[in-house]
């Protein structure tokens, strides 16, 4: 089934500035303010819904109040590239829980993950047995984020 195509107006885009900062905002708070009724801010999400330009409504976790103080990203490149070997290491790699993104990226790597961890030497226990352990890992790079300035949406 294809989507419809909307263009969104000013009204849509200061929506989605709204739920993109926060997503548990009713209709009716999202339209007292920016000045419309319940049942036509209610309205507006459901088309931008139908549309796929809200593709879903998330949470964002402290990591660091569960005890996770590490975040690391990791750069993966794959000693082979077959459609196979990709498809084993994204099966594998998704089954690992401290691997909480996989993207599949172009340039210097293949992959490109984000690791949350406990501390320093628990990403050195996930790195040596679970992701070293991958079918086809080759070159491997991390950085540890020191800092993460969150910003909501592109608008």
């Known amino acids: ?54 593709a879903g409504r998330r949470v964002v976790v402290d990591t660091a109040a569960l005890g996770f103080g590490v975040t690391v990203f990791l750069g993966i490149r794959l000693a082979a590239k077959g459609r196979t070997s990709l498809e084993e290491f994204e099966r594998a790699v998704t089954a690992i829980p401290e691997v909480q993104v996989v993207q599949h990226v172009l340039g210097q790597f293949d992959y490109r ?23 086809g890992v080759g070159q491997v790079e ?14």
């Open 1 to 54: 089934m294809t989507l419809p195509a909307i263009a969104p107006d000013a009204t849509d885009l200061a929506i989605l500035r709204l739920l993109a900062a926060d997503a548990t905002l009713s209709a009716a708070e999202i339209g007292r303010e920016i000045g419309l009724t319940q049942p036509a801010a209610w309205r507006r999400i459901k088309r931008l819904t139908d549309a796929g330009v809200i």
């Open 113 to 135: 993950l984000r690791i949350h961890a406990r501390d320093i030497a628990d990403f050195e226990r996930i790195l040596r047995r679970r992701i070293m352990t991958l079918p």
């Open 142 to 155: 991390a950085n540890v984020m020191l800092s993460e300035e969150r910003r909501p949406g592109p608008f």
